[in-house]
């Protein structure tokens, strides 16, 4: 198989040593797939996946802040434009794309991402094409760990569609959103770049990167300023926890759940567009159970890494009628709460299933808490959705 690797005349100038230790114990004559097979998802180390992720997501964020802070010192005008989102959406998939197949150089890669290049290979879309391709070169040669002899647009184009995979229950399929949180990114507010790997339909790692998410706490009772530091990285792997650094690199600090049975001091984070969640139905939730502090309302699986710090106790999410939610909006999110300690279900409290393919296929509304506040918040939801469904 002609790997994209080839195309690119790439050559990793670090080599990446923290191999999984178990595949030093057998004969390279027995195949990786031989291997993968014989092993389930909870003795795999996935440390090597997981360095890969972390460096994809991180170099895929630097992208992002480029074009949003371009974005922040244009004119008014072109502020009204969607081009940007664009170009730092295909470039973001373009890039997490490559740098997975680089630095993982396995021949069964697939990905599950949202966008693919179709529009990018018409006539329409060649001057953006060409700008996307600028960045994803660009970015990679910042970082210095890359020998790239500047990929072409072909190349570029051939990474974005790497992202058209279904996913399922076998094997191993990364999923992406490259921009979670578009509508926040054109705002200059909050948005992620959200990476996960399923393994037999199981999330088994998750990184969020939030670029414009401060280090310190966001919950409502927390003092924080505009000249906080921002910009968080978050990580996870089935049965090691979660942990959060800087995307500047400092030292990563284990992370956990806010531990309150008290739902008086349990703040609710949903999202801020009206459009993806239906606040009165949040806010009728709330109140049953007896949360005092007002809503935090941002955009993206920010609010998933939020959580998993412990800067609130509940994420509601229910979308309007009729709307699928897609695996990438919650795949890496929803490690990263389980691992920090949380609990992740749909509205009848099962857990999420991301074996179905593309969408999650789930009961009205996705609930997020930590395990001693779940029991009263099921409770609080039905009692609310009944009495939605009665007023209809
Ligand atoms: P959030 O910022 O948490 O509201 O979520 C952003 C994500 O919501 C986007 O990545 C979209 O995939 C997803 N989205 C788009 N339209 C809708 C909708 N009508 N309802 C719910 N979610 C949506
Ligand atoms: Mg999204």
């Known amino acids: 198989m002609a790997t994209l690797i080839h195309c690119l005349r790439v050559v990793p100038k670090v080599k990446n040593t923290n191999t999984e230790p178990f595949v030093s114990l057998f004969s390279k004559r027995v195949s990786r797939l031989a291997i993968v097979a014989s092993f389930s998802s909870s003795t795999m180390s996935y440390d090597k996946e997981l360095a890969a992720a972390n460096k994809a997501a991180s170099l895929a964020a630097r992208l992002c802040q480029k074009v949003q802070k371009e974005l922040l010192q244009s004119d008014v005008q072109s502020k009204s434009d969607k081009s940007p989102v664009t170009v730092a959406d295909y470039g973001s998939q373009a890039l997490v794309s490559f740098v997975l197949e680089n630095e993982l150089s396995s021949e069964s890669f697939s990905l599950v991402a949202e966008e693919d290049s179709g529009d990018l290979r018409k006539e329409s879309g060649q001057e953006t094409l060409q700008r996307i391709t600028k960045l994803v070169n660009d970015t990679l040669l910042s970082d210095g760990s890359f020998s790239v002899s500047s990929l072409t647009t072909e190349d570029v184009l051939r990474a974005i569609d790497r992202g058209k995979s279904e996913g399922g229950s076998h094997g191993r399929h990364w999923v992406l959103d490259p921009i979670d949180g578009t509508k926040g990114f054109l705002r200059g507010d909050q948005y992620a770049i959200a990476l996960g790997l399923l393994d037999e339909g199981k999330v088994v790692l998750g990184v969020l990167a939030c670029p414009n998410l401060p280090l310190v706490s966001i919950s409502g009772d927390s003092q924080h300023s505009s ?36 739902p008086e001091e349990a703040s609710l984070f949903e999202s ?53 939610e897609k695996i990438w909006d919650h795949a890496a999110g929803c490690i990263v709460v389980t691992e920090a300690g949380g609990v992740v279900t749909d509205a009848a409290g099962n857990p999420l299933d991301f074996s179905q393919g593309r969408y999650l296929d789930l009961d009205t509304g996705i609930i997020v808490t930590n395990q001693k ?20």
């Open 272 to 324: 801020f567009e009206a459009a993806h969640s239906l606040h009165d139905l949040s806010s009728s939730i709330t109140k049953k159970l007896g949360v005092k502090a007002p809503p935090v309302r941002i955009d993206s699986q920010a609010k998933y890494g939020a959580l998993s710090r412990g800067d609130g106790a509940i994420y509601l999410r229910f979308p309007h009628k009729g709307y699928r």
């Open 227 to 262: 000249h906080d530091e921002v910009g968080c990285l978050f990580f996870a792997k089935v049965g090691a926890g979660t942990y959060m650094q800087s995307l500047d690199g400092s030292s990563p600090k284990k992370v956990h759940v806010s531990t309150t049975e008290n």
């Open 373 to 392: 506040l779940m029991p009263s918040l099921l409770k609080a939801v039905r009692e609310s959705l009944d009495e939605k469904n009665s007023s209809l």
